[in-house]
């Protein structure tokens, strides 16, 4: 029999003391999937709410894609539709996006975010920022998401998921640790495991994506990070 | 521009899939592209409970009701077609062809041009052209149509067609038995002029009928009524729903008349097996549909009607169903056991595919008119919508 732990590591970072990578870090275990989806979304959803945000005072969140965070928006999304959670006065910036899909693809990122979260709360859509793979200049959108993060007064929350290999977002293993939004390349691993998703033709998935670096999720206020794990008994 | 978002689970995906309908401009609008192009939400949102959204229903063939008879050369054809358009709403029926049933020459020419192509709305179903059933038709197998005004086009073909009905700007429809001398060139005129050719009324076996879709035939005229009975030897047009002989990525299409009296469900079972994508639920309703027991005109011809049976006063021959389509649609899904799916689309995306409508009519796709029904889980009609436009709403539901 399986078990899953899945594990947080929060990452609080002080301002001032950048050159310390880590403050403080906590690690939480818990026994399954659904459990670890609701804490995550309770601390997500405690974390806006403390914060009071308003007209001139919008929290800011970071948030990924892909299997692992499923249950927490859908946790997020009963929240909100209970009544108990607004995201009125929240602005997003999701990790990454493929370069060279359709925006309506249902394989690309824009999809998920709409049909996983996006349609079924009250987010401003002119506050949900996803990088444009289809843009005329790669370079210039990642910097133009960059700047919107800055005007955006930083990222109060980074939500993310880190990969068996350790890498986040597109960032793989070795990445810069003072890595900006960027353009990459697919590991070969991360095309494959992707081939499944696209009828199972390689030439269909796609090869780069532009990403948040590691630099960008580190400036965040407070960073939060997902893994599930199986553990044979 | 306004944008509205109903709350409630869609035909299609799966039902057990809730969505989301999105409308603006009298059209199902794409909310994924609204929110990352133009930045934009819902400018008002109408909670329809959980209930199924379904395209609106489209009948191909109503011969008239609640008094009125499309086949009547009244002065005032058009507020006949208005009123019935107005009242099938609350079965909901969104679009509807205005059948006549076999006339005089006279007739046609005197109610064909009253009855313009329209668009739904608030007035009512929209019409998306004539249903013309008869007067080539079979002798044998004329069941409530008046004799004596039956025709053959041997002598000139297209030009007696002409001669007959007159211009067929407004006709979408002809129903025709293909036994008929010289039926093939009638049949490819019409199909170039856009008309639909539909085989009925005849006593064709499965030959002649395979020759006839070859021809251009699209469509089969309530399957089983009015045709030679289905033989192992020769399955007649019955046949056609499993033919070899048809056209390469050709659809035939059948019309089934479910009002529990028309077919036995035996039957229906046997058709819906057999070809499912084919199958077109009409009413065939006749003007007694909505009136109570007793007289009525249909045609050239007195009516008896006594619950949910129609005939021709003194025979025991069935001239109609004065069933509405939202009890078509509820029978034909207990007699089959189908899905919902698919008996919601039989009343809405099979006929549209018939009239080559299917982009604009039938489904909820993004595009298309904003024609639909609110439904309860036992398909009972809630609310009708014509362009995104509340038409019709069920007592229960103004509260």
Redesign the interface.
Known sequence: MNVVKTFFFPLGLDFLSWKLCITVMRLVILDNYDLASEWAAKYICNRIIQFKPGQDRYFTLGLPTGSTPLGCYKKLIEYHKNGDLSFKYVKTFNMDEYVGLP??HPESY??YM??NF??HI?I???N?H?LDGNAADLEAECDAFEKKIKEAGGIDLFVGGIGPDGHIAFNEPGSSLVSRTRLKTLAMDTILANAKYFDGDLSKVPTMALTVGVGTVMDAREVRIKCSLMFPL | MELGMCGAASQCPPLSHRE?LWVRGGRIL????L??E????ADEQRDCGGRILAPGFIDVQINGGFGIDFSQATEDVGAGVALVARRILSHGVTSFCPTLVTSPPEVYHKVLPQIPVKSGGPHGAGVLGVHLEGPFISREKRGAHPEAHLCSFEANAFQDVLATYGPLDNVRIVTLAPELGRSHEVIQALTAHGICVSLGHSVADLRAAEEAVRSGATFITHLFNAMLPFHHRDPGIVGLLTSDQLPPGRCIFYGMIADGMHTNPAALRIAHRAHPQGLVLVTDAVPALGLGNGRHTLGQQEVEVDGLTAYIAGTKTLCGSIAPMDVCVRHFLQATGCSVESALEAASLHPAQLLGLEKRKGTLDFGADADFVVLDDSLHVQATYISGELVWQAEEARQ
């Open positions: 925006r309506n824009h999809s709409w049909n996006f349609k009250d401003d859509p002119n949900a996803i | 989301d794409d909310p994924e592209k929110f990352f133009e930045r934009r939400v």
